[in-house]
């Protein structure tokens, strides 16, 4: 079998799983990746929403299947998977579901039940969507990953402690394996964006400078996906000013995180 170049997934993959999608950023990579010729997955706990995305995303001319499950449950979620790439090899896996929190008002620490959602649904759920994928991708020598992490990952919010650990998780992973599924044919691309405008951002209450659409979020990551890129980091105003910031005296750095989080915290 001729496989293409490694690292080079096709410009419009034609069958996509997307976790998280009954709403905000996965609900934009759906439409986004919805055409003809295309047979998507979609995955969301909230079935109602969720049939509501596919029902979207079929008008558009997709061939559309749907998966009510919570990432958490990696046993569930990786016998679906299974199943279904048996029928309908995955040729791309859009790692996007998430939680966020922040800790509570006058700093108040974060309940260790949030603590934990975060950390299982951000990071182990992300990789329970994908690692079950990735042997049939091996033996097709054919595939794609894309990770949604955060600029969280690369300069931590003091006010959001558990999401950005979960985000610097999944970067970490994604770099690490880059080279060796990159061997097989395999692409993986980690997105850090900035702040989304979405149902689960707008809890928020800090400072949310440089705000994307979900639509632009997706249709940018999902180009930079297709160029083959292996991160996609943005906006670049904000990078930008990370990487200033990493070259800043550690006492300077935090005193720029403290003065943050006293705005942010009420």
């Not at 991160?231 to 720029?256: M, Q, S, T």
């Amino acid at each position: 079998m001729t496989s293409r170049p490694a690292g080079r997934p096709a410009a419009r993959p034609s069958h996509v799983a997307v976790t998280g999608a009954s709403g905000g950023l996965g609900a934009a990579f759906a439409r986004h990746y919805a055409a003809p010729g295309v047979r998507l997955l979609l995955i969301a706990r909230d079935a109602r929403r969720l049939d509501a995305i596919a029902a979207d995303c079929a008008a558009r001319g997709a061939d559309v299947a749907t998966l009510s499950c919570d990432v958490r449950n990696a046993h569930d979620l990786r016998a679906a998977l299974l199943a279904h790439d048996a029928a309908h090899p995955v040729d791309l896996v859009v790692a996007n579901a998430g939680v966020e929190a922040s800790v509570g008002p006058d700093g108040a620490p974060e309940p260790l039940d949030t603590v934990l959602a975060q950390i299982e649904t951000n990071l182990s759920g992300a990789l329970a969507s994908v690692v079950p994928l990735l042997p049939a991708m091996q033996a097709r020598r054919h595939g794609a990953v894309i990770l949604v992490s955060s600029l969280a990952a690369l300069e931590p919010l003091a006010d959001q402690p558990a999401y950005c650990a979960s985000k610097a998780g999944l970067l970490a992973w994604g770099e690490a394996a880059r080279p060796w599924l990159r061997r097989f044919g395999i692409q993986v691309t980690v997105a850090c964006p900035g702040f989304i405008a979405t149902g689960m951002s707008s809890h928020y209450e800090g400072w949310r400078p440089l705000e994307w659409s979900a639509e632009k979020a997706a249709r940018h990551i999902a180009e930079a996906a297709a160029r083959g890129r292996g991160r996609v980091d943005f906006p670049w105003p904000l990078v930008a000013l990370i990487g200033l910031g990493k070259l800043a005296p550690r006492p300077l750095r935090e005193a720029v995180r403290d003065l943050l989080f006293r705005l942010s915290v009420h």
